[in-house]
């Protein structure tokens, strides 16, 4: 049709919502906010921070980086036309930590521990515990 969608979830983390920290309903119609379409050439990525305020006036900070993927389709003519993917992170969390961290005075470096937090591995699901 005119090439407009609607977002889709693929994959979070955490998979179930933490008591304390309930995933942000709704987040894939902000993680794209031009829309999503399909495009017949690739687009630099782009990266932008989102603001969500849920029902409570909760803030959510999101930081949404996007990439171009070619369509997966069974129909041959629309192969080459490629399809927005975004990872999105909420940033709330992580800052949190950080700020605390910094205003405790604790004996841990703020490079260190931005470190861990960008490199930490992630459980594949089903996978060895």
């Excluded at 305020?53 to 803030?59: A, V």
């Excluded at 930081?63 to 993927?69: K, R």
């Excluded at 389709?73 to 036309?81: G, N, V």
Aim: glycine share 8%; with cysteine.
């Amino acid at each position: 049709g005119t090439g407009d969608g609607q977002g889709q979830i693929l994959q979070r983390f955490p998979e179930k919502d933490w008591e304390d920290n309930p995933f942000p309903q709704g987040i894939e119609l902000f993680c794209q906010p031009s829309g999503w379409q399909l495009f017949p050439e690739r687009n630099p990525p782009s990266f932008f921070v989102a603001v969500l305020t849920d029902i409570n006036s909760e803030r959510h900070y999101c930081a949404c980086f996007t990439f171009w993927e070619a369509l997966e389709s069974p129909q041959p003519h629309l192969w080459a036309l490629l399809i927005p993917s975004v990872l999105c992170s909420s940033l709330q969390n992580s800052l949190g930590l950080i700020y605390t961290i910094y205003v405790d005075g604790l004996s841990v470096s703020l490079e260190n521990v931005i470190g861990n937090l960008l490199t930490c591995t992630i459980p594949i699901t089903g996978g060895a515990q």
